[in-house]
């Protein structure tokens, strides 16, 4: 019997020949990455609860400040001392200020083949260069740091074959949200999303984390693309090689398959509070809002801020609006100041932040208030995600939500 | 002529509005929400001792920093009868004027009064502590005035016409 | 087990309405637990007595892999949150915690908050308004850590 | 016998010959400042005193930027109260995130030389450096003058500062600022103003007067002022009018007393926790381990801040575990800033460059610490527990000695 690629990382991973689904298998972690959003409760647990106290492989660890950054609070910064403390301690590679996380990983750890848990449920974006990450929480990290292994559960994969490519305009956050928006938020439990065909050849990596970091919004434990030669470049240019390079075999079992046609991919909205709520996003225009959000390890790299900056040149950002801008790591911003786009925002009237998760994460920055609306390009659109219970959040493109900002109700790019 | 006694708190030198309410406090929705965070970065149990009729006694500088007028106002609510200092800062000292707070300059009580112990004011005249007098000088005609208005707020509603 | 009140939760309940991201840098888990469920039910901190059930429809617990989110509910005293499916970190967080997450098809729409219940989880069933509903039972390997107290005190187990 | 800077503004907008020290005047108010964090307050004394319009709504200037970005929810109801006041009463002037106050007051030229100007926070005094009489009110005085238009002031006796020469390559404004709070005290200038003269006074640029103006608060003082020249005029985008060139210190006027400086004996220095006029030169400090640095703020967040922080840090990384937060004073700051390539240098090298606004130093977010944390700082002030909790150790500089500090992981004195 044939296996995906996310079986035969898995087998690599277990040291198995043959692994499939429905298997409870032990493996070996390749890396490990936990963020500011829990990384003090590991460390306590550290300390607290383990009989003998040990970090398997301080090398396989990964550290990034991206949640609350700069601190907003002394609590905070007890969180963040304390992970600090200890990454210095067990010589752990440690990032503060540099970008979200995921983005990190990508730009200098994520290598195809590897198996990553990350303290962070859109460790998924990792498949967009072929590699298996998946969301866990502290515990489960602590148990990786100690004995360098854990358990999983073999999912099973569904095949989406990705024909055409996406029209002028059309981006691939829409085709993301659109499939969300057809499987549902639990489309996809447990399983992992291959994503494959034409379709797919006409992505590049960035696009294609697009789609695999919002795999989590339909359940999925992962979502993977094969690592073709776009994805291989991509890699070999930042001076890293693959663990392993697989695709699925020609008997590979699939427990479903889909056809998305790009070309037939419109703007769409995932409408308050759930995120397979998804609309086309004319349905949503004349919505009046306080808030635009472009950032986040969805939409907040290079391509998202040419995309949103090509929106607002020569136009102001509504007198009523706050628009945050903010780029996924130190690397998209200073690519970003070279090009120019960060004078364009600031010009139109943004706020313009360091790199980190912002509005995306809604805890202490951009935070907003009592009924108010915003439209984001962020992962989650969850009721009060970004500040008040009674506030509401649109997701939408890097170009929706730029026009939106400029208009200062929703609206797509071509209707300004 | 005005006269009242009070238990005493003392605090030092360069008793910044920092101190007395912190900034990350200031944008709560009323002085009422703000007031049990008073003095909260030097002496968080301050503000839970604190009662109605209490006197601070403060060396130099009091209330030096920012211009934030919610300073005043929770020594108010905190239930502060009166600050009597070595000195005080300028904005501080209008801010407590204007929101009818009694504030008054004396060098020497500082160095001889003892936390806990209950002085007696006579207002325009002396304080007296441990049955020794230090005398206090009179504030000048226009903060008379407002003080008498009941305040700025109260001065500017009678200008406006309105029933005080 | 023991019979408990049910607090019953919609479909597609995700981890931010269980602990708000703002809470989660507090210090530990007893400082976030009074914020939980804030956004639909703010008194449920209060109302929630050891013992007692939470119950949701579909993918429960979906979003964010916040381990904070079964670890409010387990400090609050819940003995255990049954639904018709879960998403898969929440469920994983919850088994390494120990608290024990049973998927029911049947039970979540036969319930209201407000209902006594009674798990059995050795015999995989649940009871409410005198009906027994059959549970979906966990495999051995989840089992074990259940029964070990979670995966840190299963990891110290192994190393005596 | 002749009058001061602040002497011969009181008598003009009075119209009076001559004022004395001491005396109580009502003037008439050019401008106003209103910061986000008082407006609430100040729209409430406002209607609490039965006041039904803005005086003069052209005067009036409203600046969110010590809750930008929103950091908790309650930041949401000061814009939503600024944005409904100004709204109802035609005020044009609100500025929803372009930076601080201060830096926006005069950057945006709402002040001109000898006009009279309050603020609802403390560092009011920095309009001194265009030579204009302003300072810091509180906000039911604010309320008054949006009804009035008026507000009594006493004159206040003046102290002069005299500079000449010219300053070492490593020290800038900051570290003469400090100098002089640590000389003065924190309270060795309350209720008076400061007037700076002499030749190094005059080579300075607008941005580095700003600095000493912003700080003269922390002796106390009621205001500091500079005689505009054409630097200023060129600043303002104005041409001096006939009563503006003439605005400098009388030789026969009455001061209080004058210090006079040596530029050449200036070094850097640091104000030490948790005093500003705790005065210590770098070099005895030299060692310290540091957790994090500080560039912005209204006191030292201008281009030439991030150009010298910048100057110092070219090629250079900030030292593991160490953060470097810059936050630039203004928009207009952050454009310039990028073009000239300094923000560039800086995010290289490691720092974080956050939105302008007043960020860290109004303790609200911007870079919290926690106990035992110390932090190097360029802005004003250094309180117990005004960047984190009470064990936080704050230790204010100039720009190029917080850069080399950031490079270092620990206080050092750049060459």
Known sequence: MGMTIAEKIIALAAGADQV???????????????????THLTVDMYHSKLNTPRVADPKKVVFIVDHNVPSDSPKTAAAQKKMRDFAKEHGIDFWEGEGVCHQVMMERYVCPGELIFGADSHTCTYGALGAFGTGVGCTDLLYGMVTGSSWVLVPETIKFNL?????????????????????????????VMEFCGDGAKTLSVEDRMVLCNLAVEAGAKTAIFEPDEIALKWLTDRGRRPKAVFKSDEDARY?????????????????????????????????????????????????????????????????????????????????????????????SGAIVMNPNCSVCWGSCQGVIGENEVLISTGTRNFKGRAGHPSSKVYLGSAATVAASAVKGEICTADML | MEQFTGKVWVLGDDIDTDIIIPTQYLALKSIEDMKQYGFSPLRPELAGKIE???????????????????????????????????????????????????????????????????IEVVVNSHVSSNGKQYPLTSLPDNLVEIIEAGGLVKAMQARNGLAV | MSVGKIFKFHNDLDTDQIIASQYLLLPTIDEMKVHAFESLDPEFPVKVKPGDFVVGGENFGCGS???????????????????????????????????????????????????????????????????????????????????????????????? | MGQTIVEKIISRNIGAEKVEPGQIVTVKVDRVMLDDIMIPFIVDKFHEMGFCRVWDPDRVVLIYDHLVPSSQLDDIRHYKVGDEFAAKYGIEHVHRSDGICHQLMTEAGYVKPGDVVFG??????????????????????????????????KVPETIRIHISGTLPANVMSKDMILRIIGDLGADGATYRALE???????????????????????????CALFAPDEKTAQYCGVSLDGFQPGLAGDRDAAYLKTLTYRAEDFVPVMACPSQVDKIREVKDLAGLPIDQVFIGSCTNGRLEDLQAAAKVLEGK???????????????????????????????????????PGCGLCCGRTGGILWDGERVVATNNRNFLGRMGTSKVEIYLASPAVAAACAAAGAIVCPL
């Open chain 4, 120 to 153: 609802t926070d403390s560092h009011t005094t920095t309009y001194g450096c265009v030579g204009a009489f302003s300072t810091g009110i509180g906000y039911t005085e604010m309320a008054a003058i949006l009804g009035t238009g008026t507000l009594w002031v």
């Open chain 1, 255 to 347: 427990v479903k398959e889909y056809t998305f046609d790009l070309d037939k991919i419109v703007p769409v909205a995932a409408r308050p509070d759930f995120v397979d709520d998804v609309v086309p996003a004319v349905q949503v225009c004349g919505v009046r809002i306080d808030e635009a959000f472009l950032g986040s390890c969805n939409n907040g790299r290079i391509d998202d801020l040419r995309v949103g900056a090509a929106v607002v040149k020569g136009r102001r950002i509504s007198d009523h609006v706050r628009f945050l801008v903010v780029p996924a790591s130190r690397q998209v911003y200073l690519q970003a100041l070279e090009e120019g786009l960060i004078d364009t925002f600031m010009e």
């Open chain 1, 163 to 191: 024909t055409g490519s996406l029209p002028q305009g059309v981006y691939p956050r829409d085709l993301m949200l659109t499939i969300i928006g057809q499987i549902g938020a639990g489309g996809a439990s447990y399983q």
């Open chain 4, 196 to 222: 700076f003269t002499g030749d190094t006074v005059e080579r300075m640029s607008v941005s580095s007067r700003m600095t000493m103006a912003n700080m003269a608060i922390e002796a106390g003082a009621k």
């Open chain 2, 52 to 118: 109605k009729g209490d006197i601070l006694v403060a060396g130099k500088n009091f209330g030096c920093g920012s211009s934030r007028e919610q300073a005043p106002e929770v020594l108010k609510a905190l239930g502060i009868r009166c600050i009597i200092a070595r000195s005080f800062a300028r904005i501080f000292f209008r801010n407590s004027i204007n929101n009818g707070l009694l504030l008054m300059e004396q060098p020497e009580l500082w160095d001889h009064v003892r936390e806990g112990e209950t």
């Open chain 1, 20 to 38: 499939k689904a429905g298997d409870i298998h032990t493996v070996n972690l390749d890396r490990m990455m936990s963020n500011d959003g829990t």
């Open chain 4, 317 to 355: 990384q900030v030292a593991p575990f160490v953060k470097l937060i810059v936050t630039p004073a203004s928009r207009k700051v952050y454009e310039e800033a990028s073009a000239c390539g300094a923000i560039g240098t800086l995010v290289k090298a490691g720092a974080m460059v956050t939105h």
């Open chain 3, 65 to 160: 892999s916040r381990e904070q989110a079964p670890g409010v509910l387990k400090a609050l005293g819940v003995q255990a949150v049954v639904a018709k499916s879960f998403a898969r970190i929440f469920y994983r967080n919850a088994i390494n915690i120990g608290l024990p997450v049973i998927v029911c098809r049947q039970l979540p729409d036969a319930v209201e908050t407000g209902d006594e219940m009674d798990l059995s989880l050795t015999d995989g069933t649940a009871t409410a308004g005198g009906e027994t509903f059959s549970c979906t039972k966990l495999p051995p390997y989840m089992k074990k850590i259940l029964s070990q107290g979670g995966l840190i005190a299963s990891l110290n187990r192994e190393e005596v």
